[in-house]
Structure formats: structure tokens, C-alpha cells
T-cell receptor
Framework: DQQVKQNSPSLSVQEGRISILNCDYT??????FLWYKKYPAEGPTFLIS?????DKNEDGRFTVFLNKSAKHLSLHIVPSQPGDSAVYFC????????????FGTGTRLQVFP | KAGVTQTPRYLIKTRGQQVTLSCSPI?????VSWYQQTPGQGLQFLFE???????NKGNFPGRFSGRQFSNSRSEMNVSTLELGDSALYLC?????????????FGSGTQLSVL
């Protein structure tokens, strides 16, 4: 039962262009979402988050959009840089007062020159 | 401020053996959680400890266990290893103040079961 889904295992984008990573969820009780970035041989690092009371959150080149009616969120990276090449995971807390996160399977982003 | 430290970094074991992995959280963090990462499966939650008490547990067999010490350091143990236990085991720490709080991950322990 995959409650958080990332249907694109990989994405390849040219440097300077926009990268759009998608995430779908099935549990309408989720009210907070996080994106993590993971480089090889390192642990995931927090990137950006969004609360369900918002439909957009921006932090520099990274913007996350949330469409609650569609149970869909997306991460936009503009402009994409080669250093952004990594695996990106979206995640949602399973419930209040817990660090248990439900992760998607990840999307490997490759930014080429 | 030192990050989350996991030891060992790599481990090779054979089927049937047991293994203990260690995690030292960021100073001041009281919550430690463990995740298993396998190719194509993303990160699967194992368990979470807060102030030495297991606060949450994932859907893993009883061969997987853990504990947390009074200094917040945590260990996880896997007994009777199976080939399918080969994975990257990640530890994460936080203040433990509730859902949505950022987790800080260690670099993981790569376990290979032969």
C-alpha cells in the first residue's frame, strides 16, 4: 500500500532549464509534506516542506506546489544546476507527534550541461 | 555541531548471522528513527525511539529490533540475517517535537548479506 507515490523513477534536464518532480498521495489525512534530496553515499537532507494550508512554498530556486483536490504535489527547480543531480524523495508524516515519515520511492534527477 | 553519526559504514555478513548497527544523534536531539532503503522501495520506516521508549514501529518482522540509551544514542539489531536484509540502513534524529519536524539523517550503514 504505497501511500506516497513518485511515478517517475528518473528525470533528465538540461542545465538552466526547469526540473519538475511529481508526487502523488492517497491519504487525505496527510497535512504536511517534505522533500528530501539524497546524494550517493550520503543520507537524505531536507530540502523544502509545505503545509496543507498553503498551495505554494518557495525557497530560492526551489518551489513546491500542493494541489489538495488532486492529492498531488510537485517540486520545481529553476534554474536547474548540475549540482542538483541527486535522488529526490517526497514524504509525509504518518500522524501527529511522530517522526515516522512515509516516503515515496524517489526520482533520480540528472542535470546535464 | 556534529551531525548524525552511524557506525559501521559498511558491513558484510552471511545468512543466519546477526548484526548490530549504531547511531549517535545530533547533540540535544531526543528522537531517533531508523529507515531501510532498498533499490526501488524508497525508504521504509523501521522504528522510532524517543527518550528511550519506542514510539512507533514499522511493518518489519521481529528479527528487527532496536533500543535507545539515556544519552539518546541508539542501536538496531537484526538477527538471523536473510539475503533480503541487504540494504542501506539510515538513522535520523530530531528534537522529537512532532510531525513535520525536519529529520537529520546520517550517511547510513550499507549491509550486505551473502
Amino acid at each position: 500500500d504505497q501511500q506516497v507515490k513518485q511515478n517517475s523513477p528518473s528525470l533528465s534536464v538540461q542545465e538552466g532549464r526547469i526540473s519538475i518532480l511529481n508526487c502523488d498521495y492517497t491519504n487525505s489525512m496527510f497535512d504536511y509534506f517534505l522533500w528530501y534530496k539524497k546524494y550517493p553515499a550520503e543520507g537524505p537532507t531536507f530540502l523544502i516542506s509545505i503545509s496543507s494550508i498553503k498551495d505554494k512554498n518557495e525557497d530560492g530556486r526551489f518551489t513546491v506546489f500542493l494541489n489538495k483536490s488532486a492529492k498531488h504535489l510537485s517540486l520545481h527547480i529553476v534554474p536547474s544546476q548540475p549540482g542538483d543531480s541527486a535522488v529526490y524523495f517526497c514524504a509525509a508524516p504518518s500522524s501527529y507527534n511522530t517522526d515516522k515519515l512515509i516516503f515515496g520511492t524517489g526520482t533520480r534527477l540528472q542535470v546535464f550541461p | 555541531k556534529a551531525g548524525v553519526t552511524q557506525t559501521p559504514r559498511y558491513l558484510i555478513k552471511t545468512r543466519g548471522q546477526q548484526v548490530t548497527l549504531s547511531c549517535s544523534p545530533i547533540s540535544g536531539h531526543r528522537s531517533v528513527s531508523w529507515y531501510q532503503q532498498t533499490p526501488g522501495q524508497g525508504l521504509q520506516f523501521l522504528f522510532e525511539y524517543f527518550s528511550e521508549t519506542q514510539r512507533n514501529k514499522g511493518n518489519f518482522p521481529g528479527r528487527f529490533s532496536g533500543r535507545q540509551f539515556s544519552n539518546s544514542r541508539s542501536e538496531m539489531n537484526v538477527s538471523t540475517l536473510e539475503l533480503g536484509d541487504s540494504a542501506l540502513y539510515l538513522c535520523a534524529s530530531s528534537l522529537g517535537e512532532g510531525a513535520g519536524e525536519k529529520l537529520f539523517f546520517g550517511s547510513g550503514t550499507q549491509l550486505s548479506v551473502l
